[in-house]
C-alpha cells in the first residue's frame, strides 16, 4: 500500500523559534497533500492543502503566514511554523492524495510541543 | 455542520464483532461512505468505503442501508489491537478534502 512518512515525529522547541516539519510519499507520486492539526482529545482539523508547484490554499482562520507551506517535489512537503508559541503545541498530520478511490494516505504524525 | 453521527463511545468483548454505526441522513447522491481509525498518537489508518453496495475487505465489512442515510462498520473478530477512535466520514466523488468528526472511540476488552 502507499507510504507516507513524516519527520521528525516529534520535536520540542523554545518560545519564539521554527519548526519545520516533512512529509514525503515514500512509494507514489503526490501533487495534493494535505495538512491536518489534532489537539489533545480533540478530532482532526484540516489546516491547509499543499498543491506541488503552486501556492497552498489554507482553510479559514489558519494563518498562512504562521504556517508556511512549500510542496516543492510530487514527494515532498513540508509545513513550517514560525514563532512557535505553547499554543502551536499539537500534533501535526499530513496526508497525501493518491490516485483511485482511496484518496489519500496519511502520515504518522509529529508531535510538537513549544516551551 | 456535522454531515455525520457517530455515537461517542462503545465497549466491545475480544474475539466478538464489533458493530459501529453511522448516521448520514443528508448523504448526496454523489457522496461515497468511508472509514478511518486512529490508534492514539498514530496518524488516521483507511479502512473501507463504499457509495451504496455493501463492502468487505481483509479489516472489515461495511454495511450501507437502501436509502443511504445510515451504515454499521463491522470488524468481524475484535482485537485488543482494534482499540482506536473510528471515524465516518462522507465525501463528494472528486473532493478529497476530509471532514473529520469526534468519531467512536472503541475500546475492546479481554
Known amino acids: 500500500g502507499a507510504v507516507v512518512s513524516q519527520h521528525p515525529s516529534w520535536v520540542i522547541c523554545k518560545s519564539g523559534t521554527s519548526v519545520k516539519i516533512e512529509c514525503r510519499s515514500l512509494d507514489f507520486q503526490a501533487t495534493t497533500m494535505f495538512w491536518y492539526r489534532q489537539f489533545p482529545k480533540q478530532s482532526l482539523m484540516l489546516m491547509a492543502t499543499?498543491?506541488?508547484?503552486?501556492?497552498?490554499?489554507?482553510e479559514q482562520g489558519v494563518e498562512k503566514d504562521k504556517f508556511l507551506i512549500n510542496h516543492a517535489s510530487l514527494t515532498l512537503s513540508t509545513l513550517t511554523v514560525t514563532s512557535a508559541h505553547p499554543e502551536d503545541s499539537s500534533f501535526y498530520i499530513c496526508s497525501a492524495r493518491t490516485s483511485g478511490e482511496i484518496g489519500q494516505f496519511f502520515g504518522p504524525g509529529t508531535r510538537l510541543t513549544v516551551l | 455542520d456535522a454531515k455525520t453521527t457517530q455515537p461517542p463511545s462503545m465497549d466491545c468483548a475480544e474475539g466478538r464483532a464489533a458493530n459501529l454505526p453511522c448516521n448520514h441522513s443528508t448523504i448526496s447522491g454523489n457522496e461515497y461512505v468511508y472509514w478511518y481509525r486512529q490508534i492514539h498518537s498514530q496518524g488516521p489508518q483507511y479502512i473501507i468505503h463504499g457509495l451504496k453496495n455493501n463492502e468487505t475487505n481483509e479489516m472489515a465489512s461495511l454495511i450501507i442501508t437502501e436509502d443511504r442515510k445510515s451504515s454499521t462498520l463491522i470488524l468481524p473478530h475484535a482485537t485488543l489491537r482494534d482499540t482506536a477512535v473510528y471515524y465516518c466520514i462522507v465525501r463528494v466523488e472528486g473532493d478529497y478534502k476530509l471532514s473529520f468528526g469526534a468519531g467512536t472511540t472503541v475500546t475492546v476488552r479481554a
Open positions: 499543499s498543491n506541488e508547484g503552486s501556492k497552498a490554499t489554507y
